[in-house]
T-cell receptor, first 115, second 113 residues
Framework: GAVVSQHPSRVICKSGTSVKIECRSLDFQATTMFWYRQFPKQSLMLMATSNEGSKATYEQGVEKDKFLINHASLTLSTLTVTSAHPEDSSFYIC???????????FGPGTRLTVT | GENVEQHPSTLSVQEGDSAVIKCTYSDSASNYFPWYKQELGKRPQLIIDIRSNVGEKKDQRIAVTLNKTAKHFSLHITETQPEDSAVYFCAASTTSGTYKYIFGTGTRLKVLA
């Protein structure tokens, strides 16, 4: 149980285009979903916290207009990287927290490369 | 702001030896401390966690200790095996509000056969 999927696993896009990443909790309802960014050999940096039906809370330094988060249902959250640039290239990982749990379950990650 | 320090950044041990990774957190409201193992290009996997109402928890070769007064918690792996080689992250969280995790900087563990 507690499986989180992420799609796509890899994406290459051109500079200036937008990319959407989906995060789904497959066998549980997620009160909260989180989006992280991880650069090579570095830790997971929390970008934003999203609750179903409400606006995401962004961490300091994360541009909300660039990283659009939508949490439309208790099983789906999306992250859209708008007007992507090469410096946005990174590993993006989502996690989901089931109702009543302290734990977060992580998706497999999406490797974004902006050329 | 909240911060979690993790040491060492790299650790090499001989197979069969023990490995210890230490973390210190700054937010005194933190009361949940998970440890994750991440292999290259893969998702983090929870290996053990501890809540602030206990001082120690053990699961086979893995144990975690917590000192709330000093705001320290540590991961102990005994009888290490080559498949323990990975990056380990500690995190601190509060079980209220956003439940967000603040991750440590990670420890790259290498178990030498």
């Amino acid at each position: 149980g507690a499986v989180v999927s992420q799609h796509p696993s890899r994406v290459i896009c051109k500079s200036g285009t937008s990319v959407k990443i989906e995060c789904r909790s497959l066998d549980f309802q997620a009160t909260t979903m989180f989006w992280y960014r991880q650069f090579p050999k570095q830790s997971l940096m929390l970008m934003a916290t999203s609750n179903e039906g409400s606006k995401a809370t962004y961490e300091q330094g994360v541009e909300k207009d660039k990283f659009l988060i939508n949490h439309a249902s208790l099983t789906l959250s999306t992250l859209t990287v708008t007007s992507a640039h090469p410096e946005d290239s990174s590993f993006y990982i989502c996690s989901a927290r089931p109702m009543g749990s302290y734990e977060q379950y992580f998706g497999p990650g999406t490797r974004l490369t902006v050329t | 702001g909240e911060n979690v320090e993790q040491h060492p950044s790299t650790l090499s041990v001989q197979e069969g030896d023990s490995a210890v990774i230490k973390c210190t957190y700054s937010d005194s409201a933190s009361n949940y401390f998970p440890w994750y193992k991440q292999e290259l290009g893969k998702r983090p996997q929870l290996i053990i966690d501890i809540r602030s109402n206990v001082g120690e928890k053990k699961d086979q070769r893995i144990a975690v200790t917590l000192n709330k007064t000093a705001k320290h918690f540590s991961l102990h792996i005994t009888e290490t095996q080559p498949e323990d080689s990975a990056v380990y992250f500690c995190a601190a969280s509060t079980t209220s509000g956003t439940y967000k995790y603040i991750f440590g900087t990670g420890t790259r563990l290498k178990v030498l056969a």
